[in-house]
Nanobody, 131 residues
Framework: QVQLVESGGALVQTGGSLKISCAASGFSLAYYTVAWFRQLPNLEREAVSC????????DYAGSVKGRFAISRDNGRHMAYLQMNSLKPEDTALYFC????????????????????????WGRGTQVTVSS
């Protein structure tokens, strides 16, 4: 079965850190770009980060740049999002997806997804940051 399953979401305090994971099954993660998205409490969705197939290039939304780090392990069919210096406004349902390419930097910078071409989407893991 082709699927992505996220894990690692939790309740953390402001300023804390958390690493969430994305496990791919039923297909080879190596063939796709991986991105993390989040759905905010107001149901708005935004792109958070994206990493190219070989892991050499990664990009981030302006709201998380310098605090979050995306990574992947193609051999283990896994992707990760390390989140540091968490803020209450980072509270969201985080989900991963695989697609054709990362959105252009100007698009991703504002949380846009244009150009990603999502193929498989996970269901998400909840991250809640308490103030």
């Amino acid at each position: 079965q082709v699927q992505l399953v996220e894990s690692g979401g939790a309740l953390v305090q402001t300023g804390g850190s958390l690493k969430i994971s994305c496990a791919a099954s039923g297909f080879s993660l190596a063939y796709y770009t991986v991105a993390w998205f989040r759905q905010l409490p107001n149901l708005e969705r935004e792109a958070v980060s994206c990493i190219e197939k070989n892991g050499a290039n990664a990009d981030y939304a302006g709201s998380v740049k310098g605090r979050f780090a995306i990574s992947r392990d193609n051999g283990r069919h896994m992707a990760y999002l390390q989140m540091n210096s968490l803020k209450p406004e980072d509270t969201a349902l985080y989900f991963c997806a695989v697609g054709e390419r990362c959105p252009p930097p100007a698009v991703l910078r504002v949380g846009g997804v244009r150009g990603f071409g999502g193929r498989v989407w996970g269901r998400g893991t909840q991250v809640t940051v308490s103030s």
